[in-house]
DNA sequence: GTGAAAGCGCTAACAT
DNA sequence: ATGTTAGCGCTTTCAC
């Protein structure tokens, strides 16, 4: 396994030799002209099979100076986002999509030592556009790109200035809302929530719908601690919550991750989920409904999330026109901690 | 956000002329070739800087035949890995690596409606070489892309007749056996396993080093259950495990997603972790250092899986001699729940 | 050590 | 509807 024997790859000019017709007219059959006579695509594409051949990618775009292949950038400091089930679906959402186009995927860690390195990938003509995914920052910092290839971000810009950029994102404030106030409905008085980092457009708005629940129930809101999305940090978050002596009777975490940190916690100090503590947690993780008490959450498709930033940034590429921002719908799942 | 307008790039020809040389000597520089003198150098990398050029892929590719790009391939029925913690370090693990070389990574789910539009893609030239994860399938049907273009597999093959293909896998029996007989020393003697799929590498080779330990030890080994590696398929192994009414005093789970799915049936029968039943895991996962009690597991690095993967593929490509198996080791971490 | 020139395989006017 | 002809921006012999 050390050397590299590339069979000779046939050309577009032998498929043209072996049909009995110009390059040009390959070259149209392959990129589905409407003018071509039937009979020569027919021959051209037998010509094709037989030969087994299939386009340069390098040439065609040096050619027709369009790339076919987006780029998913990811900030390096956002990294372990690959860790989030969250996160790691909407890769998949992307990845599944773009199958179905003639796309090709890349993924770009931008590295913050070198940030220009980037940069210059991505505005130096090697992609058509690219999606930007930073969950835990909401760092638009990429939106200048946004001069010189497409641009699609996952998440809300965290500024308002940055207003102009595309985005998708899910509805956090008023999936929030919903959550909290189901607890209310239950009867829960002392409703605590664990929120994610305020720097953070998931944290603030996630923060955001439960504050806004809380007040127009008329409840006080100190109940709060952060955490950093991590199952860890959402145990230390309980902890700190439980160690404040003051009565709680509900949790709402700003993720599943969170809420299932606190879920040991809450064991751990000889209470009872629901009946002491309820829990409703936020993203529907596969872990929530293997739990015990299964995890009330709000579900929102992290894959459709994906899948509709990369329908939008292809959309833009080809010149279409599209909506700036499309916020997707959460709905809540009650489970058995709640 | 509809109109691209591509400032026009810089070409290599742009900078020659600044610097007041050929173009050929810009490409020198650009590629680092060694005898070019040095005032030269720096004269052409001012005018580089000055013009903020980047060197163009699609050119340079179709000039020296090489692509400076990989693909990491993705079985479609394999996707849903993306949502196992496990896979997705793996990726980040190859993602970081490459980070530092100038390859480019490229994601690639491979239809299985049409396996030939993957394959052309792979072996058309437009990929130095490939990376193929699937961690639930254990299929080396790839394995003749090693004929075109170099190939890495993560996970052994499963039958012995590919042998030729190189990989680089966890050391997953010797780790089962590891977790095994850490809970025959604790003394547990009637020790269960929720093992994976047994057609998958790591489901097949968990539950063998579960086994070994076992007879080795002179146990019996009837107690056993199979999952799909999912926290919900580990909570049905487990209530299949309790409804044998069969003692039982330890699990030991072929990865944590499922021992966590144990963790919630077990407490829903009214027993105690590890008191009445001891459980490890495999994998090291975010969320069994979180859970109450925190998972004693194996751990393994899956970052450090995809960056080996990644340098091997990339020493393999540049024409070194590689390993054709690599086993990374695993170790375990002892926590509360053992 | 440096430059001139010939492509790499394809697309896209333009001509027919 | 099809063929002819220039390039796309770079690498790479081959001379000097």
Redesign the interface.
């Known amino acids: 396994?050390?050397?590299?024997?590339?069979?000779q790859?046939p050309t577009l000019e032998m498929v043209a030799a072996r049909a009995g017709v110009s390059r040009a007219t390959v070259s149209r059959v392959v990129n589905g002209s409407p003018k071509v006579k039937p009979e020569l695509i027919s021959a051209v594409n037998e010509a094709i099979a037989e030969l087994?051949y299939?386009?340069?990618?390098?040439?065609r775009?040096?050619a027709s100076?369009r790339?076919e292949?987006i780029a998913?950038v990811?900030p390096?400091s956002t990294?372990?986002v690959?860790?989030d089930?969250f996160f790691?679906?909407i890769?998949?959402g992307v990845?599944?999509h773009?199958?179905t186009t003639d796309y090709?995927?890349?993924?770009?860690?931008a590295?913050e030592a070198n940030p220009d390195k980037t940069r210059?990938?991505l505005?130096?003509?090697?992609i058509?556009g690219a999606l930007v995914v930073s969950h835990h920052s909401g760092d638009h910092s990429y939106a200048r790109l946004?001069?010189?290839?497409?641009v699609v971000f996952g998440g809300r810009p965290l500024h308002a200035e940055d207003n102009d950029s595309?985005f998708v994102d899910v509805d956090n404030i008023s999936g929030s809302m919903t959550a909290t106030r189901h607890l209310i409905e239950r009867g829960r008085r002392n409703i605590a929530t664990i929120a994610g980092p305020a720097d953070m457009p998931a944290g603030f708005d996630r923060e955001l719908g439960w504050r806004r629940a809380m007040d127009e129930a008329g409840f006080d809101t100190s109940l709060i601690e952060w955490g950093d999305f991590?199952?860890?940090s959402?145990?230390m978050a309980m902890r700190r919550l439980l160690a404040r002596n003051t009565p709680i009777d509900a949790v709402f975490a700003a993720n599943d991750?969170m809420a299932?940190?606190a879920?040991?916690?809450i064991?751990?100090n000889g209470l009872s989920i629901p009946r002491d503590i309820a829990v409703v947690g936020y993203d529907d993780d596969?872990?929530g409904?293997?739990?015990?008490?299964?995890l009330t959450t709000m579900h929102q498709s992290a894959n459709e999330l994906g899948a509709v930033m990369a329908s939008t940034l292809v959309k833009?590429?080809e010149?279409?026109?599209?909506e700036?921002q499309t916020i997707l719908q959460t709905r809540l799942i009650v489970r058995g901690s709640s």
Do not use: C, K
């Open positions: 396994m050390s050397v590299n024997a590339q069979a790859a087994n299939v386009p340069n990618r390098a040439a775009m040096l100076r790339t292949s998913l990811i390096e990294s372990r690959f860790t089930p790691a679906s890769i998949q990845a599944m773009l199958a090709t995927l890349g993924i770009v860690v590295s210059r990938y505005t130096g003509g090697n058509d946004g001069r010189s290839v497409p595309v991590s199952p860890a959402g145990a991750q299932l940190g879920y040991a916690v064991a751990e596969a872990l409904s293997a739990a015990s008490p299964a833009s590429i010149g279409q026109d599209v700036h």
